[in-house]
C-alpha cells in the first residue's frame, strides 16, 4: 500500500488565498483592514524566523502587521503592560506573544492579560478552557491543531468513532489537538515520554499525530494499515550530501510509516505551512469580531 500524501503546502496556500480574498472583500465593503500585532520578546532565532514569516504572510494577506521586539531582559510588568496597550489598540485585531517566553517571565500570566477577542493563537486561559469543556465553543483554536483538523479533514478521515493517539502533550499542540479530536468525536489518547507502551498505543490508532520532538520516533512498525498519520515534528536530521550538513525531518520515520499508512503530512510541507494559515484566519475573524462591535 502507498499512503496518500497529504500536501499541506497546497492547503494553506489555499487557505492563504481565501482570507486574502476576504480581507479585500472586508476592505472593499466597509474600508476596514485586519491588524495582527506580534510581541517578540528576546533574539531567539528560531522565533525571529516564525514571526518574521508571520509578519510576512500578514502582508501577502493583506493584513496589517505590527511588530514589537522586547529585549530578553524585559520585565513581566513591561511585558503585560505592551500587552494592555495593544488591547485598547483599535486597529490591533489580533495579538501574538510569540512563545517560549524567557524563564524569568509569567507565561500564564502574560496570556492571561491577553483580551480573548483578540487571542488569535487561542493560549489564553479561557479559550483553552472552552475547547476543553463539552458543549462550549472558544472564540479562537490555536493554530498548529487547528490546521492538523484542516488536513484531516481534506484528507477525508473520519474522526467520528476513530482511534485517535497523540504523542506528545504540550500546551501549543499536544493537549488542544487532543481536545479537538475529542470535540470531533474520536476516542482519544495521549501518550508522552512516561508511556510505557508507545507502539501498543500507536499500533491501535486509526489517527495518530506525532508531536513529541524526536528524530523519527514513529516507526512504520508502529503505524496501523490505513491509518492517518499526521507529523508535527521539524527535527534537524545529519545529512553530508546537503550543503549546510542536515535536512529536516519529522518525529515519524516518513519512508517506513509511509508504506503502511492510509494517508501521510510530509516534513517538510505537512503540518509547518498550516500554522501560518490558520493565524491568518484566525485574524480575519478577530476583525469580524471587532466590526460586528463597531
Ligand atoms: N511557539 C511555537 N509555536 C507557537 C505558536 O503557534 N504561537 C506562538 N505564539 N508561539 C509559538
Known sequence: MSAQIIDGKAIAAKVREEVRQAVAKMKADT??????????????????????????ACAEAGIHS??????????????????????????????????????????????????LEKDVDGF???????????????????????????????????????????????????????????KANATVTICHSRTKDLAGHVRRADIVVAAIGRTEMITGDMIKPGAAVIDVG??????????????????VAYESAAAVAGAITPVPGGVGPMTIALLMENTYRAAEIALSKK
Open 66 to 115: 505590527f511588530g514589537h521586539t522586547l529585549p530578553g531582559s524585559a520585565t513581566q510588568a513591561e511585558i503585560e503592560g505592551l500587552v494592555a496597550q495593544l488591547n485598547d489598540d483599535p486597529t490591533v485585531n489580533g495579538i501574538l506573544v510569540q512563545l517560549p517566553l524567557p524563564d524569568h517571565i509569567d507565561e500564564e500570566a502574560v496570556l492571561n492579560t491577553i483580551d
Open 124 to 182: 489564553h486561559p479561557v479559550n483553552i478552557g472552552r475547547l476543553a469543556m463539552k458543549g462550549r465553543d472558544p472564540l479562537f483554536v490555536p493554530c498548529t491543531p487547528a490546521g492538523c483538523m484542516r488536513l484531516l479533514k481534506e484528507a477525508g478521515v473520519e474522526t467520528s468513532g476513530a482511534e485517535a493517539v497523540i504523542v506528545g502533550r504540550s500546551n501549543i499542540v499536544g493537549l488542544p489537538m487532543a481536545m479537538l479530536l475529542q
Open 31 to 56: 474600508g476596514y483592514v485586519p491588524g495582527l500585532a506580534t510581541v517578540l520578546v528576546g533574539d531567539d532565532t528560531a522565533s525571529s524566523t516564525y514571526v518574521r514569516m508571520k509578519q510576512k
Open 234 to 251: 521539524i527535527n534537524r536530521k545529519e545529512d553530508a550530501s546537503k550543503k549546510r550538513g542536515y535536512r529536516l525531518v519529522g518525529d
